[in-house]
C-alpha cells in the first residue's frame, strides 16, 4: 500500500460493498464467511483511503431491504457488526477517523445501537476522515424524512444537504445499479462499476479507481473550457 496521499483521491467516496455472498459461494463455504471476510477487505479500503486523503468515505453495509434476508444472515451480520465496532475504535481513534452510522436504529439491537453510540461519541472529535456507514439505511426514506422536516418548517427544500455531495460511487460485484443508496448525493457523481467480487477488492485496484476518476471531465452541467463558435474553422 502506498503512505504518499493519492493525487486524484474523491473527496468523497461511497462504495457499494458487494459480492460477499457470491464471493463465499464461489468457494463452496457458507454466506457468513463471505461477510467475514468482507470486513476485513473494508478494514484494508478504511485505512487507504484515510491514508489516500479521502475526507469522506460512505460504506453501504446494509440496506433496509436486506431484513427481506434468512434470519440466520441478518443476525450473523448484526454481530458482525457490534464486534467489528469493538476492535476497530482503537484504531479508528489512533489514524483520526470519526464514525458514524447513517439509517434508521429503531430495528436495530438495543446493544448494538449502544456501541454504534459509544463509538461515534468516542471518535466525534477525528477530523483526518469521516466514516459513514449505512446499515439499515434507504436513500429514499432519508429523503422523504428530510422534506417533512423541511416542510413542517415551512421550507420547500431542506436547508441543508442530507450528507457532503458524492464525488466518486464505486459497487464492486459486477452490477450497474445504485439500490437507494445516496440518490440525493451522487447527482452529479462520477461512476465506477467493477466486476471484482468486494472481498476481492485490493487498494490497487482502489487505486486504479481514483486513477481513472482523475481524468474524468467533470463540468456540474457547465463547461469547463471555452466553446468553439458554431461553423469556426
Not at 500500500?1 to 468457494?27: E, Q, T, Y
Not at 478504511?46 to 475526507?55: D, E, F, N, P, S
Not at 469521516?130 to 429523503?143: E, G, M, N, P
Amino acid at each position: 500500500m502506498s503512505l504518499a496521499p493519492h493525487a486524484g483521491a474523491p473527496g468523497h467516496l461511497a462504495v457499494i460493498m458487494d459480492g460477499n455472498g457470491r464471493w463465499a459461494a464461489k468457494r463452496g463455504r457458507p454466506r457468513w464467511m463471505g461477510h467475514a471476510r468482507g470486513a476485513q477487505t473494508a478494514r484494508e479500503i478504511v485505512a487507504h483511503c484515510a491514508r489516500a486523503g479521502v475526507q469522506h468515505l460512505t460504506l453501504y453495509a446494509f440496506s433496509s431491504d436486506n431484513w427481506k434476508r434468512p434470519r440466520e444472515e441478518v443476525g450473523f451480520l448484526m454481530d458482525l457488526f457490534a464486534s467489528h465496532l469493538d476492535r476497530q475504535l482503537a484504531e479508528l481513534r489512533a489514524n483520526g477517523i470519526r464514525l458514524s452510522i447513517i439509517g434508521r436504529r429503531d430495528r436495530l439491537p438495543t446493544a448494538l445501537v449502544a456501541k454504534m453510540e459509544d463509538v461515534e461519541a468516542r471518535t466525534a472529535q477525528c477530523t483526518r476522515m469521516h466514516l459513514r456507514v449505512a446499515i439499515d439505511y434507504s436513500s429514499k426514506a432519508a429523503l422523504q424524512e428530510a422534506f417533512a422536516r423541511a416542510q413542517a418548517e415551512g421550507q420547500e427544500w431542506p436547508a441543508d444537504p442530507l450528507l457532503p455531495n458524492v464525488d466518486l460511487l464505486l459497487r464492486t460485484g459486477g452490477e450497474r445499479r445504485l439500490s437507494d443508496f445516496l440518490l440525493w448525493e451522487c447527482a452529479y457523481a462520477e461512476l465506477a462499476f467493477i466486476d471484482a467480487l468486494f472481498p476481492d477488492l485490493t487498494t490497487s485496484d482502489l487505486d486504479a479507481v481514483f486513477a481513472d476518476f482523475v481524468k474524468r471531465d467533470r463540468r456540474f452541467g457547465g463547461l469547463n473550457s471555452v466553446p468553439v463558435p458554431v461553423g469556426s474553422a
